[in-house]
């Protein structure tokens, strides 16, 4: 099932990257024909197929997001039972996610990736925004507040991705301390959740229309020196991502883990190469965890609790890719992010990395989700898509290597507890 699976979305992928070639071919033909019938009525097509696509994507955004983080955090009951175990692992996958998020956004600013580029496209989509003033901290946690614990079917209705979140949390953390009494609720959530991805999984069976589509859209009404941009900004994106994985992570596994680098990466290479050519962390999971037991000399009740949490709680390569994302697409669309809307990005990316699932199609939406928390038009996602599969290749082999070094750092300072139960 894994090998048919991982057909499936190589074949997914393949079909979007040559929709995306004829896209940009197709939308270049219409640059040749301007003010002609032709061209308007495609422009009316193509806008009527983006539009079907992003609606389609917005509707299962708020189900989709509720279902996995509650069957996120609900599987995490075992946690209750490990005691110092659980709680060096969460603070191990808090540390490194905020750096991530750290040095994304920081990078993102200091090559101003984005900058100097309006795209018009987008203007429809940001009629209606307002940017929130500049809020102190006392303000910013009051205004936070107010907007996310609120009633949660007004959430729901209005699409309140944050408030959403907040629930969903509740409800997870709810589920895990109810234990047996929740049972049967847990087994419809994960249920509910098994039916939102079949329904994701019916929506980008139409992708490859929709990036069509999009992009065909894009080209013909903006100048292309945007693609410029985007590969500044997939060059950024990459360079940040990989100085994460060689020295950030390498550091504090030397610091915290009391091992070498070069050791690490001898003992690891077979599951991040795995990585790299799969794009998931869930197909290279049992490589991880033998590598972590046999190479890294880490004891199997530890990799077999730290490795499969960290595959749903520490994905540090997706969080800083998101995070720099939402500006990127925030300097192409003219906006200028402040400090409160940055810290509501992290969080975001933060809550949409800890609930992601490991496949492509779930993780395009959760970028909509970060770009829509700051008011992002989330149709900006056609212009991520080309390069989305090159970059995923990087960010899930410093995603798995998380989860590698952090167990090597909870076995550490868990030696003399007993966490076999």
């Known amino acids: 099932m894994p090998t048919e699976k991982n057909n499936a979305d190589m074949n997914l992928n393949t079909q979007i990257l040559i929709a995306a070639i004829l896209g940009l071919a197709f939308g270049f033909l219409l640059t040749m024909y301007p003010d002609t019938a032709f061209v308007k009525h495609s422009l009316y097509g193509l806008g009527i197929l983006s539009s079907v696509f992003i609606g389609l994507l917005k509707m299962l955004l708020v189900p989709l997001i509720f279902s996995s983080i509650v069957v996120g955090v609900s599987n995490l009951q075992a946690g209750g039972q490990l005691g110092p175990v659980w709680k060096i692992t969460f ?4 540390t ?3 750096l991530a ?3 994304g956004i920081s990078c993102a600013h200091l090559f101003e990736v984005g900058r100097g580029i309006d795209i018009s496209i987008f203007q429809t989509s940001m009629q209606n925004y307002q940017a929130p003033d500049s809020l102190n901290p006392a303000s910013f ?5 107010q907007n996310t614990l609120i009633n949660p079917f007004k959430a729901f209705s209005d699409g309140n991705v944050l408030a959403v979140v907040v629930f969903a949390l509740f409800v997870g953390v709810a589920l895990v301390q109810g234990g047996e009494r929740f049972k049967s609720i847990r087994l419809l959530s994960h249920q509910f959740f098994e039916m939102m991805m079949l329904l994701v999984g019916w929506v980008m069976k139409l992708a490859p229309l929709g990036i069509f589509a999009l992009l065909a859209k894009l080209m013909a009404t903006e100048d292309i020196s945007v693609l410029s941009r985007l590969a500044e900004f997939a060059v950024v994106v990459t360079g940040t991502t990989i100085f994460h994985g060689a020295v950030v992570l390498p550091l504090l596994l030397w610091i915290f883990g009391r091992m070498s680098p070069w050791t690490f990466f ?3 290479r077979t599951a991040l190469i795995t990585a790299f050519a799969t794009s998931s962390s869930s197909a290279t999971m049992p490589l991880s965890m033998k590598c972590a037991q046999e190479n890294l000399g880490v004891r199997p009740q530890t990799a077999g609790f730290v490795i499969p949490l960290g595959t749903q709680l520490n994905m540090d390569g997706t969080a800083l890719y998101e995070a720099a994302a939402a500006l990127f697409v925030a300097n192409l669309v003219g906006l ?3 400090l409160t809307q940055q810290i509501i990005v992290c969080l975001t990316a933060m809550i949409a990395s800890l609930g992601a699932p490991g496949i492509p199609s779930a993780g395009m939406v959760t970028m909509i989700m970060v770009l829509q928390s700051v008011g992002l038009p989330a149709e900006a996602i056609a212009i991520l898509l080309p390069i989305d599969r090159l970059l995923d290749t ?4 410093v995603n798995v290597q998380g989860d590698m070094m952090i167990s090597v750092v909870v076995d550490r300072y868990t030696k003399d507890k007993d966490i076999s139960a």
Not at 91 to 94: D, P
Not at 141 to 145: E, L, P, V
Not at 394 to 397: E, M, N, P
């Open 141 to 145: 946690f009051t205004n936070f507040i």
């Open 266 to 268: 001898k003992g690891t």
């Open 394 to 397: 990087v960010r899930t082999v």
């Open 101 to 103: 998020l750290i040095l």
């Open 96 to 98: 490194t996610t905020t």
């Open 91 to 94: 603070l191990c996958c808090l």
């Open 336 to 338: 200028d992010l402040n």
